[in-house]
C-alpha cells in the first residue's frame, strides 16, 4: 500500500508546483549537454541533482543548478577533464579529477571503491581536484545498491567556525554511511558536519524565510537570525560563519563537528593532495575549487554471510522500533526511511518546486535557448 510521506514541510503559504521526476531529469542533462557535457556526463549530474529534490534534499536540488553552470560557464569547471587514476595499489586508489564535476569524479570514485571491493573485501578511493559533488548519500547508495556498505566523504570551501574562533575556517564537510538490507529501504546517514548546510540557508533566502537562532554567527561572535539574504550574504563577504554542529562552544559538543569536520578535510582533503580549509574553493571563482573526496565500499561478506548481516541489522532495527515512543514523536525513525518514503512518494505524485526555484529554472532555461518541456501537475 502507497504511504504517502514528505519530510520537507510544504508550507501553505509558499507557491508551489509539482514536476515529474523523469522531465525534470531529461531537462537538466539538455542544460548540461548544451554546456558541452558529454551525454554520460550530464545523465549522472542530473541523475544526482534530481534525486536530491526526490529524497526530500532540496538544498541540494535544482535549486543549486546555476552554482554549477556558472562554474562552467566561467571556465572553473573543466567539462573536458581528463579524470585518470593516478595511484593504484590493491585496495585503494587515487583518482585526479582534472577539476571536472564532482558528481562525475565522484561517481567514477565510487565505482572504482565497489570494484575493488569485491575483489579484496574493501575499496578505498580518493579523488582530488574535483568539484562540488552535489549529496553524499548519493553515492554511498550506489554501494549499497550492490550490497556493500558505502561511506562518503567530502570537504568544501570553508563557511564553518571551528569551535572557539571567529570566521569561516571548515567546509559543511558531511559524512554519509549508507548500510544494504534484504528489503528496503536501506539505511542512510547522510549529514553535514555544521549545525545546517548552506544549501539551506540559500534555499531560505529563495523562499524568503526566516533563519533561527543557532545557524549563523557573526564576525564578532554574536549570533544573528532573521532575514535570509541579509545572512547568506554575510556569509558570501565572509562577515558571518556557519556554527559546526553543536553550536557554539563545548556545552552542547560543538568541538564534536568540528573534530569530524577537521579530519574529514584531513582525509579527503590533505591526504588525497587537493586543498583544505580555508584553501577549498568556491565552484563559481577565479581558481579551481580544488575539492577532495573520499569513496569507500565495504563487502559484508568478507566478515560474514550477508543473509546473516542481514538478519542482525533487522534485528537491531526493530529493537530500536519497539522502544518506547516519545510522547511528543509521530514515530520512531532509522535513518535513511524518511529520504525513501518521501522518494517513493515524488515518484508517483512529481516533484514540489517551490515558485522562486521554478522561476530560476525557467529563466536559466532561456538563457541557454533550450526548450521547456516541463508540465505542471498541480
Request: hydrophobic share 40%.
Amino acid at each position: 500500500m502507497f504511504e504517502y510521506y514528505e519530510k520537507e514541510a510544504l508550507h501553505p503559504s509558499e507557491k508551489y508546483v509539482r514536476i515529474n521526476y523523469l522531465d525534470l531529469m531529461k531537462l537538466v542533462s539538455t542544460i548540461f549537454r548544451t554546456l558541452s557535457v558529454v551525454e554520460k556526463d550530464a545523465d549522472t549530474v542530473a541523475d544526482v541533482i534530481v534525486t536530491a529534490d526526490l529524497m526530500g534534499i532540496s538544498s541540494h536540488g535544482i535549486q543549486r543548478l546555476r552554482r554549477y553552470v556558472d562554474g562552467i560557464r566561467t571556465g572553473n569547471v573543466n567539462v573536458k577533464s581528463e579524470m585518470k587514476v593516478v595511484e593504484d595499489h590493491k585496495a585503494v586508489a587515487l583518482i585526479d579529477a582534472d577539476n571536472g564535476l564532482g558528481q562525475v569524479a565522484a561517481s567514477k570514485g565510487m565505482n572504482l571503491a565497489i570494484k575493488k571491493a569485491e575483489t579484496y573485501g574493501i575499496g578505498l578511493v580518493l579523488v582530488r581536484n574535483s568539484n562540488h559533488f552535489g549529496i553524499a548519500g548519493y553515492y554511498s547508495l550506489m554501494a549499497t545498491g550492490k550490497g556493500l556498505i558505502g561511506v562518503t566523504l567530502t570537504n568544501s570551501e570553508n563557511l564553518v567556525a571551528y569551535t572557539n574562533t571567529l570566521g569561516p575556517t571548515l567546509g559543511t564537510n558531511p559524512i554519509a554511511v549508507g548500510i544494504p538490507r534484504e528489503c528496503p529501504p536501506p539505511i542512510l546517514f547522510d549529514a553535514a558536519t555544521s549545525v545546517v548546510p548552506v544549501g539551506k540557508i540559500e534555499l531560505y533566502r529563495k523562499l524568503g524565510r526566516q533563519i533561527p537562532e543557532g545557524w549563523v554567527m557573526d564576525e564578532h561572535g554574536r549570533m544573528i537570525s532573521g532575514d535570509a539574504s541579509r545572512i547568506h550574504r554575510k556569509i558570501k563577504e565572509d562577515k558571518a560563519a556557519i556554527l559546526p554542529l553543536g553550536g557554539v562552544g563545548e556545552e552542547f559538543g560543538g568541538h564534536k563537528g568540528s573534530g569530524l569536520s577537521f579530519l574529514v578535510d584531513i582525509i579527503s582533503g590533505v591526504l588525497s593532495g587537493s586543498s583544505w580549509g580555508t584553501h577549498v574553493g568556491y565552484t563559481v571563482a577565479d581558481k579551481p575549487a580544488g575539492v577532495g573526496h573520499t569513496l569507500i565500499a565495504l563487502d559484508v561478506e568478507a566478515f560474514m554471510p550477508k543473509d546473516k548481516f542481514f538478519s542482525r541489522v533487522q534485528e537491531y532495527v526493530q529493537e530500536i522500533k519497539s522502544t518506547s515512543k516519545h510522547p511528543k514523536a509521530d514515530r520512531i525513525w532509522i535513518p535513511g526511511e524518511k529520504a525513501w518514503l518521501t522518494k517513493e512518494t515524488r515518484i508517483k505524485m512529481g516533484i514540489p518546486v517551490s515558485g522562486a526555484v521554478y522561476e530560476d529554472l525557467k529563466k536559466l532555461v532561456d538563457e541557454l535557448k533550450i526548450r521547456w518541456i516541463l508540465d505542471q501537475k498541480t
